[in-house]
T-cell receptor, first 119, second 110 residues
Framework: DSGVTQTPKHLITATGQRVTLRCSPR?????VYWYQQSLDQGLQFLIQ???????AKGNILERFSAQQFPDLHSELNLSSLELGDSALYFC??????????????????FGEGSRLTVL | LAKTTQPISMDSYEGQEVNITCSHN???????ITWYQQFPSQGPRFIIQ???TKVTNEVASLFIPADRKSSTLSLPRVSLSDTAVYYC???????????FGPGTRLSVLP
């Protein structure tokens, strides 16, 4: 158990709809990361938040948005869903989002993922 | 930004030592090297991290030559349960140590 909680575990919806995925990071972790992994594909980095602020952005579509709340949990909103959005969405957290050489490794702790199926 | 190159796939047999090499020719002074393991339908899991020379933990060893342009993850005596995708990440405090490449798909055969 990584300590990162993602809900829902599974979600089936139709094209054009909007869904929200939720992530609770490990206790005390300030950074949250979102990834998308399509079938047999690599992990696509979407976005990182650190203590409520967006820190880094990857290949996140404009139809997707995310935020991190004061209690540090994060939500990923996916709208105008398309068939190609079907994927596993992972959330990860790390202590600081910074890795001090010789200290915090910046290790990412991943949740079990939310499997989204768009029909 | 340091970019990494790994073999797409590797096969091994149970009980053998497996070495997966990652090339990162443009590694910067402040960059360190991190390896993760991912099983199907699970999130990646941290294996090991290093900056230079050799690092060993209960799971693996990481060899980094003096020029740091490559690194080798060594898995001793693999078992079927080591079948997974292995990712090499390179980055510093401020970036890319969370960006995953395609990884190396290791298949351990009986």
């Amino acid at each position: 158990d990584s300590g990162v909680t993602q809900t829902p575990k599974h979600l089936i919806t139709a094209t054009g709809q909007r869904v929200t995925l939720r992530c609770s990071p490990r206790s005390g972790d300030l950074s949250v990361y979102w990834y998308q992994q399509s079938l047999d594909q690599g992990l696509q980095f979407l976005i990182q938040y650190y203590n409520g602020e967006e820190r880094a952005k990857g290949n996140i579509l404009e139809r997707f948005s995310a935020q991190q709340f004061p209690d540090l949990h994060s939500e990923l909103n996916l709208s105008s869903l398309e068939l190609g959005d079907s994927a596993l969405y992972f959330c990860a957290s790390s202590a600081s989002g910074l890795a001090v050489l010789g200290g915090d490794t910046g290790e990412l702790f991943f949740g079990e993922g939310s499997r989204l199926t768009v029909l | 930004l340091a970019k990494t190159t790994q073999p797409i796939s590797m096969d091994s047999y149970e009980g053998q030592e497996v070495n997966i090499t990652c090339s990162h020719n443009n590694i910067a002074t402040n960059d360190y090297i991190t390896w993760y393991q991912q099983f199907p339908s699970q999130g990646p899991r941290f294996i090991i991290q290093g900056y230079k020379t050799k690092v060993t933990n209960e799971v693996a060893s990481l060899f980094i030559p003096a020029d740091r342009k490559s690194s080798t993850l060594s898995l001793p005596r693999v078992s079927l349960s080591d079948t997974a995708v292995y990712y090499c990440l390179v980055g510093d405090d401020y970036g890319q140590n969370f960006v995953f490449g395609p990884g190396t798909r290791l298949s351990v055969l009986p």
